[in-house]
Structure formats: structure tokens, C-alpha cells
């Protein structure tokens, strides 16, 4: 009978041979007694963990998750590595993590071939280290998520691996090279995620392990080199795809008819056919290749698409969405794009968020939405006609959120407010993030300004960028009013609005600041100023409180 040693994590780089590398680099500056007391240090560190490891072994101590994280500094490194994986391969480890970083040593540590027949591992991590197809047998008949880092292979190790791991659900590869050099295929009957991360692989060998892969859910592909063609065929239980940054990559071509979630990301022009992933649900594009003709015919084709992302489709002229099932819509618009203007009819539409420098004629159907954003980029174009009836669009939004570098930019000039409607008089809860109040902008005039855009918002919120965690401070107001009613003339205030504005039925207001926005004196001239504001334009106000907490109790919202 055997007991449990849950967790060992040893990290030698930070408690030794880092160290002792800086005292290399400064050895002239350093006492060669301070230098034999690291050494010391480190001697007595390793002959600690060899008795610890050892005496595991021993009793047969069972050891759940091993991480080792060294640098190869010198050959006697590697023979003290190679005790310590025995000693824990022998405690049957189930998880084993081995990190390496080429120190002086100078090269790749040789993975022992006891860590390849381990049939107790189940998941297995190595960065920095020899992996070749030159290596004996391999049996990790428990394996179940292989992860390499920095490791070159090629097909035939890749061949081993799925003869010696038929258990393997999780494989992820990251700064390795993959390359197709046999026509054998490969078969992984249990694997469901694949992950390149800056992998040099050709289409091949990715054919080959996609198609060995019946029961694939989850693939990533992230700036790989000599990536140029994926063509996937029969992914009946694919669920997930993401392709960004590959910057070979020519053509895309999906068949999996369940695909749920699909995101490509992609710098260069490339070839995208999706037709055949008709139960898409969650679709992110940023690809130079996408025209309208493209969107259009895809989108039709695609009946239960709920979210759509779109962003550096430059080519796009006049996007239109057509689409009873969507429900979120996300949209990012840049100088280079070609855009001319935006027709959306999503009569289920819940999520909406509109990103640039400026808007385009937008027409849409009538959005009830349940949260909406408008985010302005530097450089900002002056408020005009087009940016309040853009604001109008999302009026029946639940929450409204406006986002802007400098609070300076959502002041509206007074000329605009007094020709045109206040766009969001249905929104009740209005949100401005943004960075720091600047120096010279009075809260007063800022409040001013939102307090037109959405005259009757029962929560308002001011979220600021801080110096300091949590990172965003919140500003919150809180607004009662009596039931608004018209009564006799309109006030110059509400001339163009359906309902009286805040002035005329604001009852209370509570201001609850987490942050001290200066010192004792700034801050109480901040509130008094605050609250003459609001008694000289409120008719009916009865109560006004400003109630401070501690940074510290800040919540997220």
C-alpha cells in the first residue's frame, strides 16, 4: 500500500544556479567568501532534494505532480537531473513537468528513456530538451495530455508517440518543428485538443494528425511557419477552431458540421471557405480578404450564427447583416477600411459594440438592446450630427457604455445640445470609461454633458484608469425621480424630447466616490461643487449625499 505525496515543485534556476550565474558576471566585485557561501548553498540545496527523492522512492511513496525548472550550467548538472527524474519516475509520478534552459552547458538536455516508458504518467510537459526519432520504444500508456516546448521532431517521433500514447486527449506544441518525412498515416482515437503555437510544420503532417483525429474538438493554430493550405474534411465532433497570425497561410477550407465557435485572425490575403460549418454559432473575423459578396453569402448560409466579430476586413464597402439568430454583434472600424456604410437588420440582437475613429451612416431595425458600447480611438473625430444619431440607434439599450481615452472627449459642444434631440432618453444606466479625469476638466462640465446624452439614467457610472490595483476606480450615481410628466409648456432643456428631463423630476441623488480623487481640500471642493450643481438645476431634488469608501472596496461592475 502506497501513500500520496500530492505536489513537488523544485525551481533550481531561482535558488541556485541563477545566482551563481550573476556571480559569474560579477565575480570581480564579489568576495570569493560570499562566492563559496553560494556554493555552499547550493550544494547543500541538491544533496536535500537527492535524500528527499530518494527516500520517496524507497517507501514507494506515490508522488501525484513532479516540476522541475533547471539550467544547464555545467556536465555534472545533467547526471544529478537524471537521478532526480529515476528517483520520481520510480515513485510513479502522474504528472511530470521538466523545464531546461541552456545555461553555460550549452545544449539540449537528453531526455532519459525512463520518462518514455513511464506507464504511470498521465500528463507530461517538456521544454528545452532532446526528443528525437532516434530514441528507443515508447510506452506512456496513461498519458493523456503531452505538452512540448522548444523541441524539434519530426513525423516518425510523432509516429512513436501515438503508438506508444493511445490515451492521449491533449496535445500541445509551441517553438517546435514538425515535418512530414514518411507517408505513414497516424492515428490518435482519443485526441480532442491540438494547440502550434510557433510551430514550423508543412501541410502534411497536420493533415496527417487532423485526419488520424476522429474525435477532435479543439484546434488552435497560432503564428505558424510553412503553414500554407488547411483543408479539413469529416470533423464531425469538431467544436472549436482558431487560426491567428499564420503568416503562410493561403486557403481555409472547413467541413465540420458542428462547429460551434470559429475565430481566424489573419494579416495577409487568404483564401476562406466556410459553407460547410452550417451549425456556426460563434463566428471572429479579421482577414484583408473578406468582401461584401463574402459576408453575404456566408452569413446565409449560416442560420444559427448568435455572435459575430468582425474587424480589419478592409475591403468591406457596405457591410449589411441580415439575421434573425444573432444576438451579439462586435465591429471594429479603422482608417484603412473601405467602409462606406452599415445596414443591420438583427431584430434579436442583445450585444452590440461599435469601435473607431468615427461612424458611418448606420441604419438599422429597432434595437432593444441589452448592452451596447461605443468606443472612440485616438485620433477622435469632433462631435457632430452623425455621432448623436449613431447614440440614438442604441436609445433602448439597457446599459449603454461610452469609451474614450480622455474624459475631454465626451463633452458635447453646446451648439449640438441645443439643435438636436438628446439621443439616449431611454437608457438607464450609462457607463463612461476612461483614463484619468484630465488636469483643467471640471466634473461638473463632464456631468453636464452625460447627463444630455442620457437625461434620465437611474445609475450612472464614471470608471476611471488608476495607478494602482484594482487598475479602474468607479464613480457611481444613483438617481430617484417622480414619475415624469409634462406639464404645460416644454422648457427650452426638453423642446425636443417626448418626456421632461432630469430637471424637472430629479427627487435624489447619491454619489458613491471609492476613490479620493486628490487631496482633503480638492476633494471637498469637488463635492461641494457637485452638489450646487445639482440643487441649482433641479427643480423638485429633497435629498443629495456623497458617500466616500476605501479604495479597497472596490467591486467589480
Known amino acids: 500500500m502506497s501513500t500520496s505525496i500530492p505536489v513537488l515543485e523544485l525551481n533550481t534556476t531561482s535558488f541556485g544556479s541563477t545566482s551563481w550565474r550573476e556571480v559569474g558576471k560579477k565575480k570581480r566585485n564579489i568576495p570569493r567568501q560570499q562566492r563559496l557561501d553560494i556554493q555552499r548553498k547550493n550544494t547543500d540545496f541538491y544533496n536535500f532534494v537527492d535524500k528527499t527523492l530518494q527516500s520517496l522512492s524507497k517507501k514507494r511513496l506515490h508522488v501525484k505532480k513532479f516540476t522541475l525548472t533547471d539550467s544547464l550550467d555545467k556536465r555534472k548538472s545533467v547526471s544529478r537531473i537524471d537521478r532526480w527524474i529515476s ?26 528513456q525512463c520518462v518514455l516508458v513511464a506507464k504511470s504518467i498521465i500528463a507530461l510537459t517538456l521544454c528545452q530538451c532532446k526528443l528525437e526519432s532516434s530514441c528507443g520504444d515508447i510506452n506512456l500508456s496513461s498519458l493523456k495530455k ?155 448560409q449560416l442560420p444559427l450564427i448568435e455572435y459575430l466579430d468582425i474587424h ?32 443591420i437588420d438583427t431584430p434579436n440582437l442583445r450585444n452590440f459594440a461599435y469601435c473607431g475613429h468615427t461612424v458611418k451612416p448606420f441604419s438599422s431595425t429597432n434595437m432593444a438592446l441589452s448592452k451596447a458600447i461605443y468606443q472612440m480611438v ?47 432618453y ?17 466634473i461638473v462640465e463632464l456631468m453636464d454633458s452625460l447627463l444630455w446624452i442620457a437625461p434620465l ?37 426638453c423642446k425636443f424630447l417626448p418626456i421632461p428631463c432630469w430637471r424637472h423630476c430629479l427627487k435624489s441623488v447619491m454619489i458613491e466616490n471609492f476613490r479620493v480623487l486628490g487631496d482633503e481640500e480638492t476633494l471637498k471642493a469637488k463635492e461641494a461643487s457637485l452638489e450646487k450643481y445639482f ?11 456623497f458617500l466616500r469608501s476605501d479604495i479597497s472596496a472596490l467591486k467589480d461592475l
Not at 162 to 191: K, Y
Not at 215 to 234: A, P, Q, R, W, Y
Not at 381 to 390: G, L, S
Request: proline letters at 4%.
Open 87 to 112: 528517483f520520481v519516475i520510480e515513485s510513479d509520478v502522474e504528472e511530470l513537468s521538466l523545464n531546461f534552459d541552456q545555461g553555460w552547458y550549452c545544449r539540449k538536455y537528453q531526455l532519459p
Open 146 to 300: 503531452l505538452s512540448l516546448c522548444d523541441i524539434i521532431g519530426d513525423d516518425r517521433i510523432i509516429q512513436k508517440l501515438v503508438v506508444g500514447s493511445p490515451l492521449i486527449e491533449d496535445m500541445r506544441f509551441t517553438n517546435c518543428t514538425l515535418e512530414s518525412t514518411s507517408g505513414c498515416d497516424m492515428n490518435f482515437p482519443a485526441l480532442k485538443t491540438l494547440s502550434l503555437c510557433k510551430v514550423h510544420a508543412d501541410d502534411q503532417i497536420i493533415q496527417k494528425i487532423v485526419a488520424g483525429s476522429p474525435v477532435i474538438e479543439d484546434m488552435s493554430f497560432t503564428s505558424c511557419h510553412g503553414l500554407k493550405s488547411i483543408k479539413f474534411e469529416g470533423l464531425t465532433k469538431a467544436m472549436s477552431i482558431e487560426l491567428t497570425y499564420n503568416g503562410d497561410l493561403e486557403r481555409v477550407e472547413l467541413e465540420a458540421p458542428n462547429l460551434y465557435s470559429l475565430y481566424i485572425n489573419q494579416k495577409k490575403q487568404c483564401e476562406i471557405n466556410l459553407v460547410s460549418c452550417s451549425n456556426l454559432k460563434m463566428l471572429a473575423l479579421s482577414a484583408p480578404s473578406i468582401t461584401d459578396k463574402w459576408l453575404h453569402d456566408h452569413l446565409s
Open 312 to 343: 480589419g476586413c478592409h475591403k468591406l464597402e457596405r457591410l449589411k447583416i441580415s439575421s434573425n439568430s444573432l444576438k451579439t454583434f462586435y465591429m471594429m472600424y479603422s482608417k484603412k477600411d473601405e467602409l462606406v456604410e452599415i445596414d
Open 378 to 424: 485616438q485620433p477622435i473625430a469632433p462631435w457632430n450630427v452623425e455621432k448623436i444619431e449613431f447614440l440614438a440607434k442604441l436609445n433602448n439599450s439597457k446599459l449603454l457604455t461610452l469609451v474614450t481615452q480622455l474624459a475631454k472627449d465626451m463633452v458635447i459642444p453646446q451648439q449640438l445640445r441645443e439643435t438636436l434631440p438628446s439621443p439616449s
Open 426 to 442: 431611454n437608457v438607464k444606466q450609462l457607463k463612461l470609461q476612461t483614463g484619468n479625469l484630465v488636469i483643467g476638466l471640471d
Open 457 to 493: 439614467p437611474e445609475i450612472l457610472l464614471i470608471a476611471l484608469s488608476i495607478d494602482m490595483e484594482p487598475w479602474m476606480d468607479t464613480i457611481c450615481f444613483k438617481f430617484s425621480y417622480e414619475k415624469p410628466i409634462l406639464k404645460g409648456k416644454k422648457s427650452s432643456c
Open 535 to 545: 440643487k441649482e438645476n433641479a427643480e423638485i431634488l429633497e435629498t443629495f449625499q
